[in-house]
């Protein structure tokens, strides 16, 4: 058309160009216009890519215009490829004990020699002197064929799924979230616990590992201090193997953060209202039935959960304004016989992994409330709260007694 032929053969000057940083603004003094009719610029500090054009016309110049034709880089000369394979171990042990025997042996003859207590060559000729030198050899034989039949170590590739998750999970702390059995819910849950993580690594001194996903019927839980539990109507059937695995986890000072996700519905309304509950609250109900869980308060507004690293009023996540209910036991954090308490089960509803979710950039994944960024950060925030509550304990706790402290000193 007539038009377009006319926008080719004008002369576009720059209305926006993309920075360092890959963020629009305003274009510098020093940038150049071009015709589209005529070849397209070379990309550089005077044609650099954004928007060429006026208020009702705009073309815009890219980066990447030869992105179609990008090729790999040849192999570099004299390098050479090797599979990233762990290499067998052979066990030295069964050697050196041999080896540390054989000099035994050695200094031994020595000693009888210097003592001039060895036997000469006339005294091997008769039984009483080739005792010695026989069971001298066949304890060295016996040494050499237990050696040369010891099994050689295990390779790390030879361990099970299992033990491998298991010895990580040992080695190095790191946080966990239950596997439900809804991939696009579990998918969430990883990416929620990896940006928490990042956070955790940025901002405190806890140098989390990568959170695994666990299987409560098949994986022990003892090695996580904190595990992310959401609720969904496709959680996968409880045995009783796992409910006892689980209780054992919570009775022996591991903490479960259940979170139902309908902090929308009927969560937080009071407990006479039983028959308004949320799908994921009664999921939740169905689970917890089967636990020995002592009784559950909301969290008092003193409790240290809001004091453990970040002070905080609330908890949100994706949504605010939800409340969390801990064991009621834990509202005081000594109990009568002054042992450190700490709730073994939280429960909220405002889906917390989907706040924490991020890509392997970093950048969220899931949009959150009115709250916006504002949200997300305090979201963040809580989370390093849980976390540091999980593994420190009460340890902040002791901060309510500092006035009466500073008031004795002074006197």
Not at 123 to 139: D, E, F, N, R, Y
Not at 195 to 203: A, E, N, S
Not at 285 to 312: C, M, Q, T, W
Not at 337 to 348: E, P
Request: proline fraction near 8%; aromatic fraction near 8%.
């Amino acid at each position: 058309p007539p038009e377009a032929q006319n926008k080719q053969a004008e002369t576009l000057y720059a209305r926006a160009i993309l920075d360092g940083e890959g963020q629009l603004r305003a274009p510098f003094d020093d940038v150049l216009p071009y015709t589209p009719a005529k070849a397209s610029p070379e990309i550089g500090p005077h044609h650099p890519p954004g928007y060429y054009g006026a208020d009702s016309f705009r073309a815009a110049l890219n980066l990447d215009r030869d992105a179609a034709h990008l090729q790999g880089l040849p192999e570099l000369p004299g390098a050479r490829v090797h599979d990233f394979a762990p290499e067998e171990e052979i066990g030295l042990s069964p050697w050196l004990l041999s080896f540390a025997l054989v000099l035994l042996l050695i200094d031994g003859a020595v000693t009888l020699l210097l003592l001039r207590r060895l036997p000469g060559w006339k005294s091997l000729k008769t039984h009483a002197g080739m005792a010695p030198v026989i069971l001298c050899v066949l304890l060295f034989s016996g040494l050499i064929s237990s050696a040369a039949a010891q099994p050689r170590a295990q390779t790390p590739a030879q361990n099970s799924g299992d033990d491998r998750l298991a010895l990580e999970a040992a080695l190095e702390t790191r946080l966990a979230y239950i596997i439900t059995g809804d991939a696009g819910l579990d998918a969430v849950s990883a990416a929620g616990l990896a940006g928490l993580t990042r956070v955790l690594r940025m901002r405190t001194a806890f140098e989390a590992a990568p959170p695994h996903g666990i299987n409560p019927e098949t994986e022990e839980l003892v090695f996580y201090p904190l595990i992310y539990w959401p609720m969904t109507g496709k959680q996968l059937p409880l045995t009783d193997k796992a409910l006892a695995r689980i209780d054992a986890y919570m009775k022996n000072g591991g903490t479960i953060l259940f979170d139902t996700r309908d902090q929308l519905t009927a969560f937080n309304l009071p407990r006479s209202a039983e028959d308004a509950a949320g799908p994921g609250e009664t999921v939740l109900r169905r689970i917890l039935g089967g636990l020995d869980i002592p009784p559950l308060a909301p969290l008092a507004e003193d409790h240290v959960l809001n004091k453990s690293f970040y002070l905080l009023r609330d908890f949100p996540g994706r949504y605010s304004g939800g409340r969390i209910w801990v064991t009621a036991s834990a509202n005081s954090y000594m109990d009568a016989n002054s042992v450190d308490v700490v709730s073994s089960i939280l429960i909220g509803a405002n889906d917390w992994a989907a706040a924490w979710a991020v890509d392997w950039s970093g950048e969220p994944l899931m949009n959150i409330g009115s709250g916006g960024a504002r949200q997300r950060e305090l979201a963040y925030r809580a989370g390093v709260n849980l976390v540091m509550y999980a593994l420190t304990g009460n340890y902040k706790a002791d901060q309510v007694h500092m006035p009466a402290l500073l008031e004795r000193l002074g006197q």
